[in-house]
Every structure is written in C-alpha cells, then in structure tokens.
C-alpha cells in the first residue's frame, strides 16, 4: 500500500508540474510577451499590432471560459470580414475540448495526491511524502530534458507528433493567410514549448531539492526520537 500511495504522488506530480506550466502559457501576458520578442516574425498581411494582440487574447480567453464559440465566431477583422473562417472555429473548438480535458487531468491528479498525501500521513509516514514529492520532480525533470532535447534537435518531429495525439490529422493545418497562423506563428509555440520546459525545470528541481531535504530531516528526527536501546 505504501509504494502504491507513494507512486500516486509521484505520477501526480509530473502531471500537476507540466499541465501547471502549460496552463501558465495560456494567458492574456503570453502574446504580449511573444509578440515584444526581437526577431518575433511581424504579420504578413497588413494587421495592425494592436489588432493582432486583441485578437491572440481572445482566442487565449476562449480557452478560459465556459465553451462558447461565438466570443470567437463574433469578432471582425479591421476591414469588416470575419476574423476566424469555420475550419479555424472546429479547431479551436477542438483546443478548448483537449485544454479542458487537460485542466480536469490536472484537477483529478492533485485530488489523488492530497488523498494519497493524507493516507500516508494517517499510517504515521509523512517522510514519505516529501520523499514522493521528490521523486515526482526528478522523474518530471528526467523526462523534460528528453523533451526538450526532441525539441532543440527535432522541432517539426514533436510539434507533428504532439498535435497528432491531440487533433483528427489535417484538422489543425492552416493556409499561411489564415487568421490562425498569423496571429500564432511556429516561433510563438517555439516560445511557448521554452517557457513551459523552464518552469517545469525549475519547479521539478526545487520540489525535488527540498522535498529530499525534508524528507531526510523527517527521517532522522524520527531516529532520534526511537528510545535507546541496551
């Protein structure tokens, strides 16, 4: 029971860490950050800044709220046409079913790690817990590096095999003067996929770092604390 218990904080950890960052990149500050970026590709068709970033920000909204396509179906470019055709709505209604899907991952796994957390810390092993925790961030940085190896070496090959686990294939490929693609070019998922490694990075080893740290300290106040024997 107790290396089950523990295996459920450890696998809840990698999914709490990633979807956290992942979740971190999907609001309003991220395409303002992108988009300031020097050398961030410029908008192609005559956009203006301002109008590009309304438009980032709504889509990052969307995915935010309760599902209701028309806060997209309903916005208009600067010359009166609609911003979004119907190929580039089925997707984003496709995005917003797998994030919330994701989200709701996310919220059952803390829900197992506090069930677990608290079943071990009733058998009297609270040790066990930041010894879990532990292993949960070095098993999530042990899989970022390969990650972010595959994306350094291999961008087209993990962007590829990343969407065609989430989407029907083709359904998410877009023509170069699509809304879509212009608002969110391969640079800013570049970026995105960046900032999600980083803060997974740093959180795992900090959890890792301290969590190994308390856990020793449990253990040891725990020895000291055993009457002597003869």
């Not at 068709?45 to 969307?62: D, H, S, V």
């Not at 925790?133 to 590829?160: K, P």
Request: proline share 4%.
């Amino acid at each position: 029971m107790r290396a089950f218990l523990r295996a459920l904080i450890v696998l809840s950890t990698l999914i709490i860490l990633v979807l956290g960052a992942v979740r971190a990149t999907t609001l309003p500050w991220f395409p303002r950050w992108a988009y300031a970026r020097a050398g961030f590709p410029p908008e192609s068709y005559g956009m203006a800044p301002a109008e590009r970033l309304n438009l980032a920000q709504a889509c990052i909204t969307f995915l935010n709220l309760p599902h209701d396509r028309t806060l997209l179906s309903s916005l208009r470019l600067s010359d009166g046409s609609v911003a979004f055709n119907e190929r580039e709505l089925q997707h984003m209604d496709d995005v917003k079913v797998v994030y919330d899907r994701l989200t709701t991952g996310a919220l059952l796994a803390a829900v197992m790690a506090l069930c677990a957390a608290w079943a071990l810390r009733r058998r009297g092993e609270r040790a066990a817990i930041w010894g879990a925790l532990s292993d949960g961030g070095l098993l999530t940085l042990v899989l970022l590096v390969l990650l972010g190896g595959l994306m350094a070496l291999a961008w087209e090959t993990f962007f590829v095999g990343l969407h065609g686990i989430f989407f029907k294939p083709d359904t998410w490929r877009f023509y170069y003067t699509d809304t879509l693609i212009r608002l969110f070019p391969e640079m800013f998922w570049q970026l995105a996929g960046t900032i999600v490694v980083v803060i997974v990075v740093v959180t795992a080893f900090v959890l890792a770092l301290f969590g190994r740290i308390i856990q020793r300290r449990m253990l040891r106040a725990a020895q000291s604390a055993l009457p002597a024997t003869a």
